[in-house]
């Protein structure tokens, strides 16, 4: 298989030992029906705008932004209730609530040909890290659902070997 592929099964995974960690089956179908997401780079809410209409509950939301995170309370007053501001790769993950799907829509400037697609190693795109390292401590507590924006160059950035 080729890199790319590889460090896309990689992922799937752990999703999918994610998922085992769940301690029954029952607790499942309960995390399943509630509906309930963890937006990490929230930004102003966009995210939250398309899952609400679908009937989604927001639990958690963060960003490292303060100017993002005025505009997202200027859009949900309620804000303040869920909102942590700060650092993804300074989390603590105690504060991170148990949910059904936890959303990213990290920085992807480092995959653009603009600034030479430096990939997740880049000062901006290796924010994933940091979302990864939140989800991995979450240990049975994690989503059964994640995802991820699509974010062009994601897997084939430097011929998929940042999933390696």
């Known amino acids: 298989m080729n890199g790319t592929l590889d460090g896309w099964l990689t992922v799937c995974q752990k999703q999918e030992k994610m998922t085992q960690a769940t301690n029954s089956k029952a607790e499942y179908i309960d995390i399943l029906q509630k509906k ?4 990490f780079f929230a930004g102003i809410g966009l995210m939250r705008l398309g899952l609400e ?8 939301a963060n960003d490292i932004a303060a100017d993002k ?3 997202y309370s200027d859009n949900f007053p309620n804000a303040k209730t869920h909102f942590s501001l700060g650092d993804v ?5 105690e504060d991170v609530p148990t949910v059904t799907l936890a959303t990213a829509s990290f920085p992807c400037n ?5 600034v030479m697609r430096r990939g997740l190693a880049g000062k901006e795109s290796s ?17 059964p ?4 924006e699509n974010v062009a160059g994601f897997l084939t950035s430097h011929e998929g070997r940042d999933f390696q």
Do not use: C
Not at 36 to 39: G, L
């Open 69 to 71: 995170f005025e505009m």
């Open 145 to 148: 659902i994640v995802l991820l």
């Open 110 to 114: 480092d995959f653009s040909l603009a």
């Open 36 to 39: 309930t997401f963890a937006e």
């Open 89 to 93: 790769h300074q989390l603590n993950v």
């Open 127 to 143: 924010a994933y890290w940091g979302f990864v390292r939140v989800l991995d401590e979450m240990g049975e507590r994690r989503p």
């Open 53 to 60: 209409k679908e009937g989604w509950t927001v639990a958690y």
